[in-house]
């Protein structure tokens, strides 16, 4: 597979002002390879996921306190865009309470795992998630196209944030004509930084293993 991949990225002609949006899974692990074998900025290689995670999350804390999404803020998901991915809680408000004073932990660890999972549910419906993924891509779009600043998750190499090095995953960017124009290095508490430390450690697993 890396030969593979490493063959087609030899192939790309050099035009170092692209943006590259990558949208294909093993996301994490495509993003962070493309970088490195095109030795493209960071800031300009774009992995489009976490900004789908955070959708779906939005919209199950929504059917679960029963409120519409815009009453819904600060929602974010970091991490793998697989199984370890991680709902961020502490930052989150409906209406104007703050999440976590909504929920016990059972509640709590009952919505990561259905964050998690959403994905097996879309497929029972419709196959996979292409429209979501294309919705999230065309406002990235949308973004880059009309300088605008977008506040959104996405799979960027890391340098230091949250700790990390050398390895792609989601992380809060702001996204505009020049691709990511910053990473948003946030607080969060001891259990969801413990989960990043172990999202990022199944990502550098993968990444050592091709």
């Not at 063959?7 to 170092?16: G, Q």
């Not at 408000?93 to 998690?116: G, M, N, Q, T």
């Not at 050398?166 to 413990?194: C, H, R, T």
Request: one cysteine or more.
């Amino acid at each position: 597979m890396k030969s593979c991949f490493l063959f087609y990225l030899s192939s790309i002609p050099p035009c170092p002002s692209a943006i590259i949006l990558l949208i294909s899974n093993l996301l994490d692990v495509l993003t962070y390879f493309f970088q490195k074998e095109t030795d493209f900025s960071r800031f300009k290689v774009i992995g489009i996921a976490s900004s789908l995670d955070t959708s779906r999350f939005r919209y199950l804390i929504s059917k679960n306190f029963s409120v519409p999404q815009s009453f819904i803020t600060g929602v974010l998901v970091l991490g793998e865009h697989v199984d370890s991915m991680i709902p961020v809680f502490s930052r989150m408000y409906v209406d104007v309470a703050p999440l976590l004073s909504l929920l016990d932990e059972d509640e709590k660890s009952f919505i990561i795992d259905d964050v998690r999972t959403c994905w097996k549910d879309l497929r029972n419906y419709k196959s996979r998630s292409q429209f979501g993924t294309a919705k999230n891509a065309f406002d990235i779009i949308n973004a880059i196209l009309n300088a605008k600043d977008l506040f959104v998750p996405a799979s960027v190499v890391l340098q230091d944030e949250y700790g990390e090095n050398d390895v792609a995953m989601g992380a809060p960017v702001i996204i505009n004509q020049y691709g990511i124009s910053k990473i948003e290095d946030l607080k969060l508490d001891e259990f969801e930084f413990s989960l990043l430390k172990k999202s990022s450690q199944k990502l550098h697993d993968q990444i050592d293993s091709i």
